[in-house]
């Protein structure tokens, strides 16, 4: 099984999180702001991981430490549970439609951090009870605490909430995708450098 408990506690926000990498998409999420707890649901959902995240955060400024701390927390306990990535296709990549919303979002599990997030909502600065520029910094905070290299790109969606919720669905396919052991190569790493 491959598990990782983390336990994250700063000035702005206290996590506790389990997550199993081969789980059934079960989940247990509370980070006292409904429209991120939604979009987590997703990610555990449409990726087959089993995710519980309760984060007490200061939630009376902003979402926003709760936010990115989450993503940290979520993206350290992904390469927690990776060890060292030995057999995993490393790589993951899909295009996602919602109703009338389309993103493309590609991963390579590489151990180096880049972003290129590619993603407007346009006249709508609100997701719920979220600011809408939040969906990148969990992203940004995902791929600190899992490096790697990250990219989105919406070619369609006029709704935002269809446009936030088709990201994290298409991160969460990819994410499946490349943390998934190849068969074949299951006691190979992924990578002629000899580590990633």
Same mark, same amino acid.
């Given at each position: 099984?491959?598990?990782?408990?983390?336990?994250?506690?700063?000035?702005?926000?206290?996590?506790?999180? +389990?997550?199993?990498?081969?789980?059934?998409?079960?989940?247990?999420?509370?980070?006292?702001?409904?429209?991120?707890?939604?979009?987590?649901?997703?990610? +555990?959902?449409?990726?087959?991981?089993?995710?519980?995240?309760?984060?007490?955060?200061?939630?009376?400024?902003?979402? =926003?430490?709760?936010?990115?701390?989450?993503?940290?927390?979520?993206?350290?306990?992904?390469?927690?549970?990776?060890?060292?990535?030995?057999?995993?296709?490393?790589?993951?990549?899909?295009?996602?439609?919602?109703?009338?919303?389309?993103?493309?979002?590609?991963?390579?599990?590489?151990?180096?951090?880049?972003?290129?997030?590619?993603?407007?909502? &346009?006249?709508?600065?609100?997701?719920?009870?979220?600011?809408?520029?939040?969906?990148?910094?969990?992203?940004?905070?995902?791929?600190?605490?899992?490096?790697?290299?990250? =990219?989105?790109?919406?070619?369609?969606?006029?709704?935002?909430? =269809?446009?936030?919720?088709?990201?994290?669905?298409?991160?969460?396919?990819?994410?499946?995708?490349?943390?998934?052991?190849? &068969?074949?190569?299951?006691?190979?790493?992924?990578?002629?450098?000899? +580590?990633?």
């Amino acid at each position: 099984m491959r598990t990782a408990e983390i336990k994250r506690k700063t000035a702005e926000t206290d996590i506790t999180l +389990s997550l199993n990498l081969d789980g059934e998409g079960t989940y247990d999420i509370d980070t006292g702001c409904g429209f991120f707890d939604h979009m987590l649901e997703q990610l +555990s959902r449409h990726g087959g991981f089993d995710i519980t995240l309760h984060c007490k955060g200061d939630i009376n400024v902003d979402c =926003h430490h709760t936010v990115e701390d989450c993503g940290i927390a979520l993206g350290t306990a992904f390469l927690q549970a990776l060890g060292d990535k030995r057999g995993i296709y490393r790589y993951g990549w899909a295009a996602l439609p919602m109703d009338e919303a389309l993103v493309l979002c590609a991963a390579d599990l590489s151990g180096r951090v880049a972003v290129n997030f590619d993603i407007s909502f &346009p006249g709508e600065y609100r997701l719920g009870d979220m600011d809408a520029e939040l969906v990148k910094e969990f992203f940004l905070g995902f791929a600190r605490g899992c490096p790697m290299a990250l =990219h989105f790109k919406k070619l369609y969606g006029e709704n935002n909430h =269809h446009v936030c919720e088709c990201a994290f669905k298409a991160f969460a396919k990819v994410m499946a995708q490349a943390v998934k052991i190849d &068969p074949d190569r299951a006691d190979k790493l992924p990578t002629t450098k000899g +580590s990633l």
